[in-house]
């Protein structure tokens, strides 16, 4: 069991991270990726992690401020750096100020800008998902997202070790989520139903969805069962009607249908947990 940290902002933006790897330049870095969709005419792609731009301009920019980490503008209420000086006065409006005057007329959530509020209604309410990846036929509705989602699941490139678990990350947002939500146990966005916990608000709306609406908007095709997410029905696919046994255990050869019983079948059997590379089939 790990022992109650009381961890500041920095010691969790660090946690799971060796000297070198806080350092290091971002995954995308590795230059690896090919675009899993279509670049629209006309416009640049950035080569780490796939955005698109109109111009030469907005790409530097781009690549310096995301990529480089250059934020060169700072808050004058709470010194929060931005990499560009129109995100610092957004920032300025809707944090100190509280200025959103674009709200949605489905949820009532506010923006800033009538282009987010236009992305928020796509996204979160019409389940727009332009962009699929062509190994495994998941949608998402960013491009950033989609690779973010093609290093992590298909190249395997996780170089953000977690020090509490055997678990490794692929961006260091998602190592901080995973230290903030499970190891340090910070779950700030209650259920008003059942007074169930969740680290992020998007899994607060999922919850909802699938427990109290019991919302099941995707079919099996073979056998009409209804399920609340689409990867849900693909496992459902591989384990009943394909018997898939894809999870080998390293140690004893065992095969299982879910990744969660070959890890459980390691800490039972075998004492102790499953490594990542045992995990991901690199052993």
Known sequence: MIEAYSLSNDSISNAGLSESEESSQSPYEHGTLNPAHPIPEGRLSCHLCLATFPNTGNLNKHVKTVHEKQQPYKCPLCLTAF??????????????????????????????????????????????????????????????VLAQHVIAIHEKIRPFACSFCPLAFSTKPAIQKHVKAVHCNIRPFVCEFCQSKFARKACLRNHLRRVHEKVKEFNCEICS???????????????????????????????????????????????????????DGKW
């Open 83 to 144: 990499g560009h000086k129109s995100h610092m006065q957004t920032h300025v409006r809707t944090v100190h100020e509280n200025i959103r005057p674009f709200e949605c007329t489905i949820c009532s959530t506010s923006f800033t800008r009538q282009a987010t509020l236009n992305s928020h209604v796509k996204i979160v309410h019409e389940k727009v998902k332009l962009f699929e990846c062509t190994i495994c036929s998941v949608s998402f509705s960013r491009r950033s």
């Open 225 to 279: 069962r209804q399920f609340s997410e689409k990867h849900h029905v693909r496992n459902h696919m591989k384990n009943i009607h394909e018997n898939v046994k894809a999870y080998l255990c390293a140690v004893c050869s065992d095969k299982f249908k879910k990744l969660k019983d070959l890890k459980e079948h390691y800490k039972v059997v075998h004492k102790r947990y499953a490594t990542r590379a045992e995990l």
